[in-house]
């Protein structure tokens, strides 16, 4: 018997969009949307409130390419739109303005809205306490009675900064999970969904759900033997590699004359965590400057020893492959997967582009015909297997939703 409804819809129309999700959902609790920057915010999100009633949540916001298992490849110009309801699960939806200009302000802001507005669920407290009870410790360490789903503004810079002041508010037992908001590179500013039109804005939707749930983060690169040491940084800029100037540096690492985006989305660089797994997170260039620096898409500190990473179609086949597996596992390997929403970098898709890589096709292989959304973003958030939060470039993030309960 099934405890999750999910509906999907997926069109350049966003009455058809809205219609395809409805089919399956009369009564949702939260609808994602996730559309192309060109269009009117403010007409896709009255659509959907319409369709939706005004009890169910609306999360969502502009991209760089929109994705679902309706369609057989990324679109551009689209709107796609998944729709969830269930009885066990409550969603709270908090939006901080102006996050570039105080990502603390903006972190408090939408989270004590979240909270505020998170419906108190009897029925999901009682299965938690259920399933502490009757399952193996070590099934019962896997519980997640908290999920938080972030879309900060991709054009605010201000993601890290973003998510320590979440922490600091929240602490670090609940889960993140997210994308940065993203446009067509026409534009200055991106568009978040909170329950309304937000531009420049930070947004949380907390989850409390008797569902399961589970997340991961994987890239497709493995580091090389070339690096350097970040000596002087501030941000995400970094001004010297090794005492020198970090364009020289980075021209040499990467084998060319002279810098421009196509090296610098193909030349990404790595960050060992600090965790026991210690793997690589990916830090990839935005820009070069006359002055000598680079500006990365996310912050580099100083002091850290950055290789160059590399990749081939196999390995990036089969990292996505585990990425999606790990997140199963993370959600209890329920038998029923009822969605995966998945949060995908630009720079990954171009990649994907490039070596011809069908994530459906994986999406497939490992979790059956099941919906799917998500979108490429300007940068992703999530945990490392060890637990460390961060904020990632040319990196998938990945959530499941499984038709299943907790106390299954």
């Given at each position: 018997m099934a405890v999750l409804k999910v509906g999907l819809g997926h069109a350049t129309r966003v009455s058809e969009a809205v219609?395809?999700?409805?089919?399956?959902?009369?009564?949702?609790?939260?609808?994602?949307?996730?559309?192309?920057?060109?269009?009117?915010?403010?007409?896709?999100?009255?659509?959907?409130?319409?369709?939706?009633?005004?009890?169910?949540?609306?999360?969502?916001?502009?991209?760089?390419?929109?994705?679902?298992?309706?369609?057989?490849?990324?679109?551009?110009?689209?709107?796609?739109?998944?729709?969830?309801?269930?009885?066990?699960?409550?969603?709270?939806?908090?939006?901080?303005?102006a996050l570039a200009e105080d990502p603390r302000a903006a972190a408090r802001t939408a989270l004590a809205e979240a909270q505020r507005t998170l419906r108190s669920n009897p029925t999901v407290m009682s299965l938690m306490l259920l399933a502490l009870d009757t399952k193996k410790s070590a099934d019962a360490a896997r519980l997640k009675p908290f999920v938080n789903i972030i879309l900060p503004d991709g054009c605010s810079g201000r993601e890290e900064a973003f998510i320590r002041h979440v922490i600091e508010e929240a602490g670090n037992v609940a889960r993140i999970i997210g994308g940065s908001t993203a446009n067509d590179f026409t534009g200055s500013d991106t568009v978040q969904f909170g329950n309304g039109v937000h531009r420049g804005a930070g947004v949380v939707a907390t989850l409390t759900s008797g569902l399961k749930i589970g997340t991961a983060m994987g890239h497709p690169y493995v580091p090389s033997e070339r690096g350097a040491v970040a000596t002087r940084t501030r941000g995400r800029t970094v001004f010297e590699f090794d005492g020198r100037p970090a364009t020289e540096v980075v021209a040499e690492l990467c084998g060319v004359e002279a810098l421009d985006p196509a090296v610098f989305?193909?030349?990404?660089?790595?960050?060992?965590?600090?965790?026991?797994?210690?793997?690589?997170?990916?830090?990839?260039?935005?820009?070069?400057?006359?002055?000598?620096?680079?500006?990365?898409?996310a912050e580099v500190p100083e002091g850290a020893y950055l290789r160059l990473m590399t990749t081939d179609r196999d390995h990036a086949v089969e990292s996505?492959?585990?990425?999606?597996?790990?997140?199963?596992?993370?959600?209890?390997?329920?038998?029923?997967?009822?969605?995966i929403v998945v949060f995908n970098c630009i720079l990954r898709h171009l990649l994907k582009c490039r070596i011809e890589i069908d994530d459906l096709a994986i999406v497939r292989e490992v979790a059956g015909d099941v919906p799917m959304i998500g979108f490429n973003t300007f940068g992703e958030q999530g945990n490392t297997q060890g637990g460390a939060i961060g904020h990632y470039n040319q990196t998938a993030t990945i959530l499941v939703i499984g038709d299943e309960l907790i106390s299954q």
């Open positions: 219609a395809g999700a409805m089919q399956q959902t009369p009564k949702p609790d939260l609808a994602i949307v996730f559309c192309g920057y060109g269009f009117d915010a403010e007409a896709v999100h009255a659509e959907v409130r319409r369709a939706v009633g005004e009890r169910a949540a609306i999360i969502g916001g502009s991209t760089a390419g929109e994705f679902s298992s309706l369609r057989a490849e990324p679109q551009r110009d689209s709107v796609a739109i998944m729709t969830l309801q269930s009885s066990y699960l409550s969603v709270g939806v908090g939006v901080g303005p989305a193909q030349n990404p660089f790595g960050l060992k965590s600090s965790d026991v797994f210690a793997e690589y997170t990916i830090k990839s260039i935005m820009a070069a400057h006359d002055d000598g620096s680079v500006t990365f898409y996505f492959r585990q990425t999606l597996q790990r997140a199963v596992q993370d959600a209890g390997n329920p038998r029923r997967i009822g969605a």
